[in-house]
């Protein structure tokens, strides 16, 4: 019979990876904070050409933003630790839904790499991209 949960051992290794994720985030919103040049930032990438010009201004804009994305992503953390403590983390959510659509290799369970790679996943990657395209 397949799996339909991860075993509470399995959770706890999850919560530990969960909440070092949050320490990293933390610390690095502390960076920022304490640092005008948070060239570190991989959210910044993509706004790269606004460095040319380099005045405060867009130094605290871009502060602003990368502050803001993590801090979306911390709650995103938190609120997978609240899912934890339903037992309702590693379900994809799309399997929940309608289980005959859900794309998992393990549904309806998100695969352990990809939950600690991505801890705030809520579908798998199959359901996530499907959701995507507006198949599901
Ligand atoms: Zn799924």
């Known amino acids: 019979m397949a799996k339909t949960a991860y075993t509470k051992t399995e959770l706890k290794k999850f919560e530990q990876n969960i909440l070092d994720k949050i320490d990293e985030v933390n610390k ?3 960076g920022v904070r304490s ?3 948070p060239t570190n930032s991989v959210f910044l990438e993509d706004r790269s ?3 040319n010009e380099g005045t405060q201004a867009h130094e605290v804009e871009k502060n602003f933003l990368l ?3 993590e801090s979306d992503y911390l709650i995103n953390l938190k609120k997978a630790l609240q899912r934890i403590k339903d037992g309702t983390y590693g379900i994809c959510e799309i399997s929940q839904k309608s289980p005959e659509k859900c794309e998992s290799p393990d549904c309806p369970l ?3 790499e990809r939950l600690m790679e991505v801890p705030n996943a809520t579908k798998g ?4 991209e499907k959701k995507k395209l507006n198949l599901l």
């Open 28 to 30: 690095s919103i502390e």
């Open 35 to 37: 640092s005008t040049r």
């Open 49 to 51: 050409e606004d460095f």
């Open 67 to 69: 502050m803001s994305r």
């Open 110 to 112: 998100i695969s352990k």
């Open 125 to 128: 990657v199959f359901c996530k």
